[in-house]
């Protein structure tokens, strides 16, 4: 951590004031940014819309496709495994303007296959938070999941957001891939930062920056174009390739 820290130190722009401190580079002009919630999204392979009640069938059925409730092991909320607890927990979060929810539909099947929302929106500083990501097994795997993630990405950033984060327990391992997979640049770990569910969670946290989401919405838009992806659906170029050719045309 120390050398990752000294690491962006060495990495920002320095400037000096008048008593040889080094100090932050200048944000001209700030202006803070808007709100990111009760929007639709669309997409080549999916669409997001603000999540409501009548979504929770839909969710329901998809998600009991593994009827384990491992899907919510690192969640906050419990499992949701039955009909009633998922119209429920719809019916709560539809709306809710601190964290707004957005449920994913695969625009193939027209179904609704999974959720996220964003949260700690800070307008005045330009921080959002990704979180709270729920997908069943009909959207992991597939280019709508990615395309979700880019879809949402996207959003923060034209409304003017400076920073774009991505928190998770670390000991979820595939949260961390697949932060690490979309380009986010990890920022350590929060040791004994919450207690949930009786028991402890150091958080890992990663970042993406409005100055990296040019080169990496190039590469996320080559990525997802049908010509990338092989008669059986196979993607013929990875995105972390495609964001390192990106990166150094920028």
């Given at each position: 951590l120390k050398l990752q820290f000294?690491?962006?130190i060495g990495n920002m722009t320095q400037r000096m004031n008048e008593f040889g401190q080094p100090i932050g580079h200048e944000v001209l002009d700030w202006k803070e940014a808007l709100y990111p919630g009760g929007t639709r999204m669309m997409g080549l392979y999916t669409r997001l819309e603000p999540l409501a009640a009548e979504h929770?069938?839909?969710l329901y059925e998809s998600f009991m496709h593994n009827p384990t409730g491992s899907t919510w092991t690192y969640h906050y909320s419990e499992p949701l495994m039955t009909l009633e607890a998922m119209r429920k927990w719809a019916t709560e979060k539809?709306?809710?303007l601190e964290q707004p929810f957005f449920t994913i539909i695969d625009l193939a099947t027209g179904k609704a296959v999974g959720y996220a929302s964003y949260m700690r929106i800070n307008q005045a500083q330009?921080?959002?938070?990704?979180?709270s990501i729920a997908y069943s097994p009909l959207l992991q795997r597939t280019r709508a999941a990615t395309e979700a993630m880019y879809?949402?990405?996207?959003?923060?950033?034209?409304?003017?957001?400076?920073r774009y984060e991505w928190k998770c327990?670390?000991?979820?391992e595939p949260s961390c891939r697949a932060a690490e997979r979309f380009g986010f640049t990890a920022e350590g770990v929060f040791r004994q930062a919450i207690v949930y569910k009786g028991r402890n969670r150091d958080t890992a946290w990663f970042s993406i920056l409005d100055s990296e989401w040019p080169a990496m919405q190039r590469a996320f838009k080559a990525w997802l174009e049908p010509s990338n992806?092989?008669?059986?659906?196979?993607?013929?170029?990875?995105l972390s390739a495609l964001r390192e050719t990106?990166?150094?045309?920028?």
């Open positions: 000294l690491y962006f929770a069938d839909e539809s709306g809710v330009g921080t959002v938070e990704v979180g879809l949402m990405m996207s959003h923060v950033f034209e409304l003017g957001y400076r327990d670390s000991l979820n992806f092989n008669a059986e659906g196979q993607q013929l170029t990875k990106h990166a150094q045309a920028a």
